[in-house]
């Protein structure tokens, strides 16, 4: 299996416009985590589905930040407008109900907002 | 408020010599997950405890869970170049659930 894909794996961008990232998770499994990654914050989760419902959101900064899964192969993360404070490691990780809690980890994006 | 503290949050030794890592919350956990995470790379799993005071070993790598399951420890012996990278440990507050909470995490420097 290609493992979890990420894209792009770096972005930059200006302040005030709209950033979308994308990620395709490991065929079979059933859960999707989107997280950031800060020096100062370490790893934090924003928000995971489960079979593309929307389990908890409560880790999404604000109303800049949405999230979709369409479908079983595919989720976006997306913020607009975005600030240089979103500047950080987005990764997203997939895991399988059942698999001792074994999260696998894209490669991440990394944000860079001017 | 981070649920779990990892100590120390940075350490850089010589190739050969033994090191421990500390994870350590007020909480209590049903089991807790060790990732190392390499430059440019997504963290990657190490090993899950989920049996307080559970031991297990991977290598030259220890892996304790305490009695309370409240923390854990990680370590090395004759650590090697190759074992640099950040040492990430995540927590489940319930058996099966999918939510972990992380560290801050131990950025671990061998030098050759």
């Known amino acids: 299996d290609a493992g979890v894909i990420q894209s792009p794996r770096h972005e930059v961008t200006e302040m005030g416009q709209e950033v979308t990232l994308r990620c395709k998770p490991i065929?079979?499994?059933?859960?999707l985590f989107w997280y950031r990654q800060t020096m100062m914050r370490g790893l934090e989760l924003l928000i995971y589905?489960?079979?593309?419902?929307?389990?908890?959101d409560s880790g999404m900064p604000e109303d800049r930040f949405s999230a979709k899964m369409p479908n079983a192969s595919f989720s976006t993360l997306k913020i607009q407008p975005s600030e240089p404070r979103d500047s950080a490691v987005y990764f997203c990780?997939?895991?399988?109900?059942?698999?001792?809690?074994?999260?696998?980890f894209g490669p991440g994006t990394r944000l860079t907002v001017l | 408020t981070q649920l779990l503290e990892q100590s120390p949050q940075f350490l850089s030794i010589q190739e050969g010599e033994n090191l421990t890592v500390y994870c350590n919350s007020s909480?209590?956990?049903?089991?807790l997950q060790w990732y190392r995470q390499e430059p440019g790379e997504g963290p990657v799993l190490l090993v899950t405890?989920?049996?307080?005071?559970e031991v297990k070993k991977l290598k030259r790598l220890t892996f304790q869970f305490g009695d309370a399951r409240k923390d854990s420890s990680l370590h090395i012996t004759a650590a090697q170049p190759g074992d640099t990278g950040l040492y990430l440990c995540?927590?489940?507050?319930?058996?099966?659930?999918?939510?972990?909470?992380f560290g801050q995490g131990t950025r671990l420097t061998i030098n050759p």
């Open positions: 995540a927590g489940a507050r319930s058996q099966g659930a999918q939510k972990l909470v």
């Open positions: 909480s209590v956990f049903s089991s």
């Open positions: 065929s079979g499994h059933d859960y």
């Open positions: 990780a997939s895991s399988l109900l059942g698999d001792t809690d074994t999260q696998y």
């Open positions: 405890v989920v049996t307080g005071g």
């Open positions: 589905f489960n079979n593309n419902v929307p389990i908890d």
